[in-house]
């Protein structure tokens, strides 16, 4: 599949999967507008990619949750690329792991607050952003993630699962909408499954629930356990963010389930521990 000539713009671009997402669109010849809330990472990662790919990476430091961040950045690419016809919705964070009933007042207001305004409203505020060009040019391609939790059946993921539920219910009737209109836009719902990326490696524990020492080294046992492909998960989305892909409000999977089936085995064992 090619994408030369397309242009995108991938939020929470600078590390993990978005970081990789955007090294592989380059590749196929894709122009991607790259973004985090780091102007340092921005500049690193922008200067790392100009190295290879030149002109074809731009960027700048955008906050997800405030639309006006997004409204300048897609300003940018319509400037520098003359047009956005794929989102990949990806910025995201896990602000507290651990039993909803060991957060403090204080914890749940401002967890809450942080992961809805990143994961939840910056999706939103993503799309929002970009469907005006797309219906202008009557094209686009919106890949939004959704992530462990979202079904509300995985413990000590309360806050972050009730933010990737909402994207799902966002994604899934902003998919219905578009099936009304004459334009070829298509939103598609990506679960990458669990990865070893900073997302999981560097998030807070909840205080006073467990021993943060001997639980570090659980969940370091886990994602080695794991070890998923980020490669091999990103090459998934480039199906449904071509102009042949079809599907709309479709979710689809960075993993195989049946290779996961005794991943997910040794999981729910390490996960005795860390319960």
């Known amino acids: 599949m090619e994408l030369s000539g397309e242009t995108a713009l991938i939020t929470g671009s600078t590390s993990g999967i978005g970081k990789k997402l955007a090294e592989i669109l380059l590749k196929m010849g894709c122009r991607v507008a790259i973004c985090s809330r780091s102007q340092n990472r921005v500049k690193e990662t922008i200067n790392e990619f100009k190295k290879i790919y030149g002109d074809s990476v731009t960027g700048t430091v955008c906050d997800v949750s405030r639309f006006g961040d997004l409204q300048k950045i897609v300003e940018q690419i319509i400037k520098e690329f003359g047009s956005l016809r794929i989102l990949i919705a990806n910025a995201g964070i896990l602000p507290v792991y651990g039993p909803f009933r060991y957060l403090t007042e204080e914890q749940i207001v401002s967890a809450s607050r942080a992961v809805l305004d990143v994961n939840l409203i910056g999706t939103i505020n993503s799309v929002g952003a970009v469907l005006p060009q797309m219906q202008k040019q009557k094209y686009g391609r919106i890949i939004t993630l959704t992530g462990g939790g979202d079904n509300g059946k995985v413990t000590n993921l309360s806050l972050y699962g009730a933010s990737k539920g909402g994207v799902c219910s966002f994604s899934k009737c902003i998919a219905e909408e578009l099936k009304t209109g004459d334009e070829d836009i298509k939103l598609n719902i990506f679960q990458p499954g669990p990865m070893n990326t900073n ?73 005795k521990d860390i319960r």
């Open 199 to 271: 997302l999981n490696r560097d998030m807070p524990l909840v205080s006073g629930w467990k021993d943060e020492t001997a639980f570090r080294k659980n969940w370091q046992e886990l994602y080695s356990t794991v070890n998923l492909d980020i490669e091999k998960c990103c090459q998934r989305v480039i199906p449904f963010i071509t102009p042949e892909c079809k599907k709309n409000g479709k979710t689809f999977l960075g993993f195989s389930v049946v290779k996961m089936i005794p991943i997910f085995m040794r999981i729910q064992k390490i996960m």
